[in-house]
């Protein structure tokens, strides 16, 4: 049972290039989430989505993008990479919204320079 | 002011000892999680709460909604306990108000 999976674990990029963080979960859950935790800092809403073709924006959305074509994907892409994106990324999924067990990937840390 | 506060922010105890991990919110919520983020980084949802208490195993987690404060015990601490712990309310927007985490390391 996967569960979320989240692809890269880790990674380096430069300032300017673009990447795409992979998220996928196979339990059929509705709502897919992307947080960012920065050293010392609680998880921050980058953008979520409460089913298939539905995003919505969360707390930090600047610089990153995301979609939602399918019930189990839920890529989150970066943009212009700055300084600042440096961060550790979670995605995480449930079933009915935040009210209910919320499932997380194992992270992706990312680091730009 | 964050929405919610956790305490203490870190906590060393000895093997065997019985911890205890607050949470107290400044909002109003209908349930509370606990989270358990290890070492490696992985983040496992503990419990979901919205009365009362639930145990699993040597974990209990409480909760007054009325006091808006819940707090995580671990029975009989082991190193392998040792992790960032995290309490989170559900907001009405599909958003959770995080605490920053007690990061809590038992010693054999």
């Known amino acids: 049972n996967a569960g979320v999976t989240q692809t890269p674990k880790f990674r380096i990029l430069k300032i300017g290039q673009s990447m795409t963080l992979q998220c996928t979960q196979d339990m059929n859950h509705n709502y897919m989430y992307w947080y960012r935790q920065d050293p010392g800092m609680g998880l921050k809403l980058i953008y979520y989505?409460?089913?298939?073709?539905?995003?919505d924006k969360g707390e930090v959305p600047n610089g990153y993008n995301v979609s939602r074509s399918t019930t189990e994907d839920f890529p989150l892409r970066l943009e212009l990479a700055a300084p600042s994106q440096t961060s550790v990324y979670f995605c995480?999924?449930?079933?009915?919204?935040?009210?209910?067990?919320?499932?997380f990937g194992q992270g992706t840390r990312l680091t730009v320079v | 002011k964050n929405e919610v506060e956790q305490s203490p922010q870190n906590l060393t105890a000895q093997e065997g000892e019985f911890i205890t991990i607050n949470c107290s919110y400044s909002?109003?919520?209908?349930?509370l999680h606990w989270l358990q983020q290890h070492p490696g980084g992985g983040i496992v949802s503990l419990f979901m709460l919205s009365s009362g208490k639930k145990k699993h195993g040597r974990l209990i987690a409480t909760i007054n909604i009325q006091e808006k404060h819940s707090s995580l015990h671990i029975t009989a601490s082991h190193p392998r306990d040792s992790a960032v712990y995290i309490c989170a309310g559900p907001n009405t927007g599909n958003q959770f108000y995080f605490g920053t985490g007690t990061s809590l390391t038992v010693i054999p």
């Open positions: 989505s409460v089913g298939a073709g539905i995003t």
């Open positions: 995480a999924s449930s079933q009915g919204g935040v009210g209910t067990e919320a499932f």
């Open positions: 909002v109003g919520i209908s349930a």
